[in-house]
């Protein structure tokens, strides 16, 4: 019964996300918004493997983490290469 609470929590979270990128204004809640979708398919690709929901639950936690860890170098790389005033000019931020 949690699996299917989680389960349609992620869900709504993706339906959410994808209304949220094709209503986007800034570039701020496009990388939240990549973030989440990247989020739903590493659950997507978890849903697949039948196991155990410990293991589920692990291996969420760990791709979560990573996918943290990826946005942060995105986020990194973007502030390096683009300054501040370009993308306050474009009016992105």
């Not at 949690?2 to 994808?18: A, E, G, Q």
């Not at 410990?54 to 943290?68: G, S, T």
Request: proline share 0%; charged share 5%; with cysteine.
């Amino acid at each position: 019964m949690m699996m299917v609470i989680i389960k349609l929590c992620l869900f709504l979270i993706l339906f959410f996300s994808i209304f949220m990128i094709v209503n986007m204004n800034n570039f701020f809640m496009f990388l939240i918004n990549m973030e989440l979708m990247m989020i739903m398919f590493y659950f997507l690709l978890l849903n697949c493997i039948s196991i155990n929901m410990w293991v589920y639950v692990y291996y969420f936690m760990v791709m979560m983490v990573c996918d943290a860890c990826l946005g942060l170098s995105m986020m990194i790389l973007i502030s390096y290469f683009y300054s501040l005033d370009f993308l306050l000019s474009y009016n992105l931020w």
